[in-house]
C-alpha cells in the first residue's frame, strides 16, 4: 500500500510506502500531502532534487529532512511489494569478494541464508540494528541542531540521538540495541563514531552479523537538494578479518511526513513462526 502522493510532487516513484498490514484508512492520515517549507522548484513547479545543498548558519551541509532509502524493487532479488535496495537483503552486495568473514561468521550467515532467516528480529518486533535502519523501507527524519543530530525512524516510532557537543565515546559502555553516537564535521562530511553495541545484531535480512566489539565509522554526504549518501566502515575483529566499507543512497521524501509504524500492532504472525 503507498501513500497518497502529493499533487505537486513527483518523487523517485514507488518510495513513499507504508507496509501492506497498514489499513486503507491511513491514506487520509494528516499531513501526509503538507507542503515541504523551502523546497526548492524547476520552472514547472516540480521539486527541484538538483538545486544546491542547504546549509545551515555555520556554513555546513545541512542534512534535515526526511529520506527514503533508494529504492531498487526489480533487481537480483526480484520484485517485492515493499520497494527496497539490495543492502537490505545484503550489505555487503557491493564489495568485491563479499564481506570478509571470520570462519564462524560465515558458517552463521550461511546457516541462516539456509534457514530462510528465520531468526531474523525484525518478523519478531525486536529492534533492529543502526545498520540495517538506514536500508529498511519505511522513512526516516533527520533534525539537526547545535549539539544533536537526531534520527526518527516510522518503524517503531523510535529515535536514534548523535552528539555534536564534544563528547567522547567511552571505552566500556553498557551494550545496547543502538549502540552510542557522537559525530563532528570535516569539511562538509558529518562523520559519525559509534560504540556499545549489543551481541549479534543482524546488519541485513541475510543475517550478517555485528557483535559487541564493532566500532562504526559514518560519513553522510549530502551533494545536492535531493541526494544522501552515507560510507558506512565496519570495524568487528570479532566477525570480520578486516574493516570494510558500504556506502548507500538515500533519497529526500517531500510533501510529506512520518507516519507512525508498530510490528506489533494487531500483529498474528509470531504464534506461527518456529524461529528462536
Request: aromatic share 8%.
Amino acid at each position: 500500500m503507498r501513500r497518497a502522493p502529493s499533487h505537486n510532487v513527483a518523487i523517485h516513484t514507488g518510495a513513499i510506502v507504508v507496509l501492506a498490514m497498514v489499513l486503507p484508512s491511513l491514506l487520509g492520515a494528516q499531513w501526509l500531502t503538507h507542503p515541504t517549507p523551502g523546497l526548492p522548484k524547476k520552472a514547472d513547479g516540480t521539486p527541484n532534487l538538483t538545486a544546491p545543498t542547504p546549509r545551515n548558519a555555520d556554513g555546513h551541509p545541512d542534512l534535515s529532512g526526511i529520506w527514503m532509502t533508494e529504492d531498487r524493487p526489480c533487481g537480483p532479488q526480484g520484485c517485492r511489494d515493499l520497494p527496497v535496495g539490495e543492502e537490505f537483503f545484503d550489505i555487503g552486495h557491493g564489495i568485491k569478494g563479499g564481506l570478509p568473514y571470520q570462519p564462524w561468521a560465515a558458517e552463521l550467515v550461511k546457516k541462516r541464508m539456509a534457514d530462510n532467516a528465520k531468526d531474523d528480529p525484525d518478523p519478531f518486533c525486536l529492534p533492529q540494528s543502526i545498520v540495517k535502519m538506514h536500508t529498511a523501507p519505511l522513512m526516516r527524519k533527520y533534525i539537526q541542531i547545535p549539539g544533536l543530530f537526531l534520527i526518527l525512524n516510522e518503524r517503531a516510532a523510535v529515535y536514534r540521538q548523535i552528539f555534536t557537543d564534544g563528547r567522547k565515546l567511552e571505552d566500556d559502555p553498557n551494550p545496547t540495541w543502538r549502540g552510542y553516537s557522537v559525530g563532528a564535521w570535516e569539511g562538509d562530511v558529518f562523520v559519525v563514531h559509534s560504540n556499545g553495541f549489543k551481541d549479534d545484531l543482524w546488519m541485513d535480512r541475510n543475517g550478517d552479523p555485528m557483535t559487541s566489539a564493532a566500532k562504526l565509522t559514518e560519513r553522510f554526504r549530502r551533494p545536492d537538494y535531493g541526494n544522501l549518501y552515507i560510507d558506512i566502515t565496519v570495524d568487528d575483529s570479532k566477525a570480520y578479518t578486516r574493516p570494510w566499507t558500504a556506502t548507500l543512497h538515500q533519497h529526500i521524501q517531500a510533501n510529506t511526513e512520518l507516519l507512525d509504524f508498530f510490528c506489533e500492532e494487531n500483529e498474528k504472525d509470531i504464534p506461527h513462526l518456529v524461529g528462536k
